[in-house]
């Protein structure tokens, strides 16, 4: 159940001047991105902005995603939430409309021990189970770590196909390699660990850098997969200072401006996010222009 490729873009959310949702150029960049190495498109997750999208901009979005991308790739839902109940709902709206998964982050803010994790992502599952579901572990945002244990006993539910693993330990990934079945997924949360995960059995990666990067991406796993590990570590090495760029402060203001550096109207980001400074335009401007997207 669920297969979604390698390269999985964590897509932004476009706002018009007046802060509302560009639906227009949602759909435009969509269409792009995957004509441009993405296999699925992940809406309205952290990149998305989804802690200030509404409940009916998310389903909007869903619905003009999966519409612009439908028959050439596939779109998974941010549907996840500190409250289970919310979450559930959430999740059952996205799937009435086809949506192929749903991305379901930690529970953030109330810190709920592993068994209330665990009872969380079942919840979810068995209120979908055919959904796909992603787990989404990212304890810098949340302040919860997914434990490798509890991401095991989640592994035993049909419908819990994977995680998008966003700790930055590459023990802990590993500690999850080697105690789930191998047709459980891991996905590198992070653009700069998706080469080191894929040498300890990662799928590929839940990317930001795709939305400039994407073929590349694609070229380094496939290059890695078919034994080509120089070939797969020089564009790892090549794409690094682009990696690093895109997080010199909070995710999505740098892939925000590298896009209108290239000439994408996705507007600003949303309160209480700031857009990105004269210096962190210059650093993202230097790096682009070396590796000729700008």
Not at 278 to 291: D, G, I, T, W, Y
Request: one cysteine or more.
């Amino acid at each position: 159940m669920g297969d979604f490729g390698t390269v999985l873009t964590a897509m932004i959310t476009p706002f018009k001047a007046d802060g509302s949702v560009n639906y227009a150029v949602a759909a435009e960049l969509a269409a792009h991105l995957v004509d441009n190495g993405t296999d699925t498109l992940v809406v309205c997750g952290t990149t998305g902005e989804s802690p200030t999208l509404s409940w009916d901009e998310e389903y909007n979005l869903f619905v003009e995603v999966l519409q612009t991308v439908a028959g050439k790739a596939k779109v998974i839902a941010g549907c996840g939430s500190n409250s289970t109940k919310e979450a559930i709902a959430a999740t059952q709206k996205a799937a009435k409309i086809g949506v192929h998964g749903t991305l379901q982050v930690v529970p953030y803010y109330n810190k709920p021990p592993q068994a209330g994790l665990y009872q969380h992502f079942q919840a979810i599952a068995q209120a979908c189970p055919d959904l796909p579901l992603l787990l989404y572990n990212v304890p810098g945002r949340t302040g919860q770590n997914l434990s490798p244990e509890t991401v095991v006993r989640l592994a035993e539910i049909d419908n819990i196909i994977g995680v998008k693993e966003a700790s930055g330990n590459l023990d802990q990934a590993g500690e999850i390699r080697r105690s789930t079945p191998k047709e459980f997924q891991i996905y590198a949360g992070d653009d700069s660990l998706t080469l080191p995960l894929l040498a300890i059995g990662a799928k590929g990666v839940v990317s930001v850098a795709s939305h400039l990067v994407g073929n590349q991406l694609q070229q380094m796993i496939q290059a890695f997969n078919s034994g080509q590990v120089t070939v797969a570590s020089d564009i790892h090495l090549r794409l690094l200072p682009l990696f690093k760029a895109l997080f010199i402060t909070t995710n999505p203001i740098p892939i925000k401006q590298a896009l209108k550096l290239q000439g994408w109207e996705v507007g600003s980001t949303r309160p209480p996010l700031s857009d990105a400074d004269a210096e962190v335009s210059q650093k993202l401007e230097a790096v682009m222009k070396h590796l000729n997207l700008i």
